[in-house]
């Protein structure tokens, strides 16, 4: 139902933002496909993880390049089996060093309670110029 999946939303959310990824990994359905628009040229945890361990893979990726200090949803909207997120995230990149903030806008899918896909779409540009990835031109 829309208030149960919004309800798994909340809980493995608050949970991934405390650091604890147990409850993210339980929901993650076998066959699940989660992609990050961001590129894979630039960001190794870019595109699409296709299955359960590519996914837990990806977000292992994140965690090994950034510091997560906040994961602050600010809204969730569900429908059916689908629940969209937006949120804002404080990060550090163990790589520069430096701290910035993040929006970051997610579509769950759910199957039988369970997430069969997960896309995240942010500002993958403006993280690349933060971390000097790229540079910008003009």
Do not use: C
């Amino acid at each position: 139902s829309d208030l149960s999946n919004q309800q798994a939303s909340r809980r493995v959310l608050k949970a991934y933002g405390e650091g604890d990824h147990e409850p993210v990994t339980a929901i993650l359905h076998d066959k699940i496909v989660w992609t990050s628009n961001s590129p894979p040229e630039l960001f190794r945890f870019g595109g699409a993880h296709r299955g359960k361990s590519e996914a837990i893979m990806g977000m292992a990726m994140i965690s090994a390049e950034y510091t997560t200090h906040h994961y602050d949803v600010l809204e969730l909207i569900a429908e059916d089996d689908v629940v969209w997120m937006t949120a804002r995230l404080d990060m550090t990149s163990r790589r520069s060093g430096r701290n910035f903030k993040l929006a970051l806008a997610s579509r769950w899918q759910f199957l039988s309670g369970m997430l069969i896909g997960i896309t995240e779409y942010y500002d993958s540009a403006a993280v690349a110029l933060i971390e000097e990835r790229v540079t910008a031109i003009g």
